[in-house]
């Protein structure tokens, strides 16, 4: 067992050099992510109209924590080029190594997306502080030191979830030579229907009962639902059998999908 | 200038033939960029659903605003963003070679060498948008109007290239700078906002500092809010002032190009 966990920490620890070698490069990245927050925050600032006013069951406060959150649970969760990077690897041949080698490709995968995950966001929380600071007067995150904990389990949860349906999309490089605009057009509906534009909630109630069926609400909008304080009792727990509910089936999933695109795939290269 | 007008034909004519040879991708590229177009119309929808006006601009006026962005920003696309995007893979690898032995100014070779087809069809579904929110708004434009439109939204694709341009120079000294491209989609963002939204330093700086509110802004306002006067011909400047640092600042990046490999 020590030996199979001693494997994959050596993968992270190299995943942590990979980013360290283009490190300006990664800088600039995390610091060009800060951008939208500002617009975020005038674009809903004019929403608003004047500080006392509340929209949808929302004050400016409660607007602009999901928005900072938002920013958090990206840097914590969700994937960067992982997929991008799995269909290169699939495409250009470089999988055959792991066929041969008694290592499991998706655990692969799965330690360096944590790398990534965790250098990504070494490097936020300083930025992230600094704007927690300036603007200490508009946050309403959950008093609640429980809520905290739960919000962390379902962050942990949104991050295998987001891994997952990566991992499957970029699968399809097996059977397509060019993954990358189903890519973008499956990531465009989570940005969409996840919550990455505007809280679920404020949506008609018959279609966020809809949405609240996918998947895709448990990548971003139930983990800062959560963090906000969102939630009943019942919808907390509803929502975390989802949210554990999409993790097994798209693990089940990626297994399905590799043991078929293996039997599919033409090893080139060298 | 006409050696240079028959040689973006001749590249546009190239980039057609190769972009068709992919059909299927072509459309599926489509499709990517309408779906994160219909994404801001989502937004609009919600907002407006909540309130009827947004910092002085309801829906329609809103739906001009993000079509007209969405018009600039496809015109950069069309034109200058692969190329944009390219050139940091060009530093590292060396192939900005080819560019320096061509008979042509570099920065044009680099700047217009591949045009993005895909961009032409989103371009037009922006434009149907914007014309749509025209009708409903019940707006007839003057034909000086319409021209002045046409030239800010050129002038707003100018701006996303002088300020992309000098990003991707810093890739002379900055090995990989794909962090740089990517992070300038986070600055599409800012031009579908209304401008009025903003206050303060921030607006200053995104009006002349990173002039984004620029962009979409002021083509919207000519026709929705009747814009006219002084400040129009201080867009056209400040562009002029962008674009030639821009092309300065590349010009003095080039001189640090190493090239790669033998």
Not at chain 1, 117 to 122: M, N, V
Not at chain 1, 241 to 256: D, E, K, N, S, T
Not at chain 2, 97 to 123: C, E, M, Y
Not at chain 2, 196 to 216: E, R, Y
Request: some cysteine; hydrophobic content about 55%.
């Amino acid at each position: 067992m020590d030996a199979v966990f001693s494997k994959y920490f050596r993968v992270m620890n190299i995943g942590f050099q990979n980013t360290f070698v283009y490190r300006w490069n990664f800088l600039l990245r995390v610091l060009f992510s800060f951008i939208p927050l500002m617009g975020t925050f005038f674009l809903w600032g004019a929403f608003f109209g004047e500080p006392s006013a509340r929209i949808g069951g929302y004050a400016f406060q409660g607007m602009i924590s999901y928005f900072l959150g938002l920013i958090l649970l990206d840097s914590l969760a969700s994937p960067t080029e992982d997929d991008l990077q799995i269909a290169g690897e699939i495409r250009d041949g470089l999988i055959n190594q792991f066929l041969l080698k008694p290592m499991d490709y998706l655990a692969y995968r799965f330690s360096l997306f944590w790398s990534y995950r965790i250098i990504y966001t070494a490097t936020t929380i300083l930025p992230v502080l600094i704007a927690l600071f300036v603007m200490r007067d508009y946050l309403a995150f959950s008093g609640r030191v429980e809520m905290w904990g739960l919000a962390l389990l379902s962050t942990l949860l949104s991050a295998t979830l987001q891994f997952l349906i990566a991992y499957c999309s970029a699968l399809l490089a097996f059977w397509v030579l060019e993954v990358s605009a189903p890519i973008f057009i499956l990531f465009s509906v989570e940005y969409m229907v996840g919550g990455h534009m505007f809280p679920l909630d404020l949506l008609p109630d018959r279609l966020y009962r809809v949405v609240m069926w996918t998947p895709f609400a448990y990548e971003y909008w139930f983990p800062l639902g959560v963090f906000l304080g969102r939630f009943g009792q019942d919808e907390l727990l509803d929502g975390f059998l989802m949210q554990i509910g999409w993790c097994a089936v798209f693990l089940g999933l990626a297994r399905w999908l590799w043991s078929r695109g293996i039997r599919h795939y033409t090893a080139v290269g060298g | 200038m006409t050696r240079y007008l028959k040689l973006a034909v001749a590249l546009f004519r190239y980039s057609l033939g190769r972009e068709l040879m992919f059909k299927a991708n072509l459309i599926l590229w489509v499709v990517v960029e309408f779906l994160w177009f219909a994404i801001q119309l989502a937004l609009v929808e919600v907002i407006y659903s909540h309130v009827r006006e947004l910092a002085g601009w309801n829906k329609y006026e809103m739906i001009l605003l993000i079509g007209t962005s969405h018009v600039a920003q496809q015109l950069f696309q069309f034109v200058f963003m692969v190329n944009c995007i390219d050139l940091p893979e060009n530093v590292r690898t060396g192939k900005l070679d080819f560019f320096l032995l061509q008979p042509a100014n570099t920065q044009f070779l680099a700047s217009i060498r591949k045009f993005d087809v895909g961009a032409l069809v989103n371009g037009s579904i922006g434009l149907a948008f914007a014309v749509y929110a025209i009708w409903k708004l019940d707006i007839h434009p003057s034909a000086l109007q319409i021209i002045l439109y046409a030239a800010l939204v050129a002038n707003g694709a100018l701006i996303h290239y002088a300020l992309m341009l000098a990003i991707v120079t810093l890739s002379f000294w900055i090995v990989r700078a794909q962090g740089l491209v990517y992070g300038y989609y986070n600055l599409f963002q800012i031009t579908r906002i209304p401008r009025d939204a903003f206050k303060g330093a921030v607006k200053l700086f995104f009006m002349f500092g990173l002039p984004m509110l620029v962009v979409a802004n002021y083509p919207a306002e000519v026709l929705a809010k009747g814009l006219w006067g002084w400040s129009i011909l201080g867009v056209f400047v400040l562009t002029f002032i962008f674009v030639a640092l821009a092309s300065a600042w590349f010009r003095f990046g080039l001189r640090f190009y190493t090239s790669a490999s033998s």
